[in-house]
Structure formats: C-alpha cells, structure tokens
C-alpha cells in the first residue's frame, strides 16, 4: 500500500503583500453577521400574529358550537380548536386536549404562551364563529321567509 503524504499548502497573502496569492488555497470566507433581532425574546409578545381560522358549526342541543383549526405564521396549524358555551352563556374557546394518564385528566396540546397571542387567537376564533353564525341565522331566515302557507 501506498503511503499519502499530508501536504501542507502556503497560506496565502492578500495581493500587494508579498508574493500572489497560491491558487491552491482557497479564498477566506468572510463570516455571515449575527443577526440584531432576538427571534423567541420573552418579553415580546406575539407581533402580527394574524391566524387564520376555520371552523365548521355543530347542530343540536349540546354546549359545543363548532370545532376547527387555525394556521399561526403561515407554519403552524392547531386542529381541533372547539367553540363552547359557558355556564354563563358566554362563549369560551378550548384549545386542543389529549388524556394524561389512566386518569380521565386532559392537557392542552397546543396552547398561546402569552396574554396577547391569546387574545389574538381567540379573539380570531370567536371572530369567525359570530361571521358563520350570523351567516347560518340569515341563510335560516332567508329560508324562513320563502315557505309558502
């Protein structure tokens, strides 16, 4: 077997220094900058988070009113967001549930971190529901209205 030999190459001097540069030597990288702007700081909240939500009404009696997803950033989708009714007639969301243990305990799987990604988020998902609501109440009147006597 052939024995390699470890070469090693001249380093090169910018032009004007001395000799030319060695072609051999690959030009010097220049490294990238370190970018200004903290990317997760904690005391920023949620700037232009703008999610787009879709939800489908439920029928019947029962305390949830519609169910759907939400796409935050253009990157991240959360399914199974719920609209429900409060004891206080109110309207409530409720993010996505998973059970924890043998137990019949659940914990939220995806969850805004910060007062005001909660309020952007659910403030977009009950936005949506009133629209399909108010949407569903016309389409019912409208109905309504053209049953002959």
Avoid: C, W
């Amino acid at each position: 077997m052939e024995k390699l030999e470890k070469k090693r190459l001249p380093l090169a001097l910018a032009p004007g220094e001395g000799e030319e540069p060695n072609e051999t030597v690959a030009p010097s990288i220049e490294p990238h900058p370190e970018p200004e702007l903290e990317l997760f700081p904690h005391h920023t909240p949620a700037p232009n988070m703008k999610p787009q939500v879709t939800l489908e009404l439920l029928t019947g009696a029962g305390r949830k009113k519609a169910i759907g997803s939400a796409t935050v950033y253009n990157a991240i989708a959360i399914h199974g967001i719920t609209v429900v009714e409060g004891k206080a007639q109110t309207l409530q969301v409720r993010m996505p549930r998973a059970p924890r243990g043998a137990q019949t305990r659940h914990s939220d799987i995806a969850y805004p971190i910060n007062k005001t990604a909660r309020q952007t988020l659910y403030g977009a998902v009950l936005q949506e529901y009133e629209r399909l609501y108010a949407a569903a109440e016309a389409e019912r009147q409208k109905t309504k209205l053209q049953i002959p006597d």
